[in-house]
């Protein structure tokens, strides 16, 4: 399904996205050496509550998850780049950390994920790959204009990741959004321009570029969620959402403050 959003609705996808990115940064702010990652899912799910959103993460159960995910937040570390199911882990000086969140609040949902390193060690090489992801998804961004189709998105989301030497992996990528969180067109993170869905006005996206520094093969964990890079390294992962307009695309997930 893919749905176009009218006017109030995309306004309501605004508060939203304000809401996940705010949520984002006070996390990314308490995430220190030691902090838990069960405590992070805690914080995050008081804020959800205390905003009266719903998190669209508790009972979601997809053919490539194990049962429900059963918790507020994706909390990935290091060689985990997806989906990554909260534990009794405590952070490290110099962890990469990945945080992906997603909401509902007044029907719509908006969907965003940070990766940024733990503590005072900021080793280059993980630095490196965070800053592709993010410029990957800032040429996705400026690709997304009405009449521009998912890849010319692809396209310049996998020109940035493939010139900075990362590996791209298909099987999980960019994805509508609006009333659920997932939902059609798919958005790959490389891809050939002029092709597929057309964009218009009102279709909301949530575009994600993630990279594993050396290979494009996931491994599953036992949990049946995490996802991590098949030969150990480290992995980054950088996602907005955002709405298509009549002058090109405006970014829903950024802070309100």
């Not at 053919?63 to 290091?78: D, K, L, Q, W």
């Not at 908006?110 to 490196?128: K, R, Y």
């Amino acid at each position: 399904m893919i749905e176009i959003l009218n006017p109030a609705e995309v306004t309501k996808a605004r508060k939203t996205g304000a809401l996940v990115a705010d949520i984002l940064q006070s996390l990314k702010q308490r995430a220190v050496v030691g902090t838990n990652l069960l405590d992070i899912d805690r914080w995050a799910a008081a804020m959800i509550h205390d905003a009266g959103a719903t998190s669209c993460y508790v009972d979601y159960e997809p053919s490539f998850g194990r049962g429900p995910f059963g918790h507020y937040i994706c909390t990935a570390v290091n060689d985990a780049v997806l989906h990554g199911l909260p534990h009794d882990y405590a952070l490290a000086d110099g962890d990469l950390l990945t945080l992906d969140l997603a909401v509902l609040k007044g029907g719509v949902a908006a969907d965003s994920a940070i990766s940024f390193i733990v503590g005072d060690s900021q080793p280059a090489e993980s630095v490196a790959m965070i800053n592709a992801t993010e410029r990957a998804l800032a040429a996705g961004i400026a690709a997304a204009k009405p009449g521009a189709r998912i890849g010319d998105l692809s396209h310049a989301i996998g020109t940035v990741l493939s010139d900075a030497g990362y590996p791209i992996n298909t099987e999980f990528g960019g994805h509508g959004i609006g009333s659920t969180m997932h939902q059609d067109p798919h958005v790959p993170n490389t891809g050939r321009p002029g092709r597929g869905y057309e964009l218009r006005p009102g279709l909301l996206l949530a575009l994600e570029p993630w990279v594993m520094a050396d290979t494009a093969k996931l491994a599953m964990d036992p949990d049946g969620w995490t996802l991590r890079s098949s030969t150990g390294a480290r992995s980054a992962h950088s996602e907005h959402t955002i709405a298509i307009t009549d002058d090109g695309a405006e970014i829903l997930t950024l802070p309100s403050r």
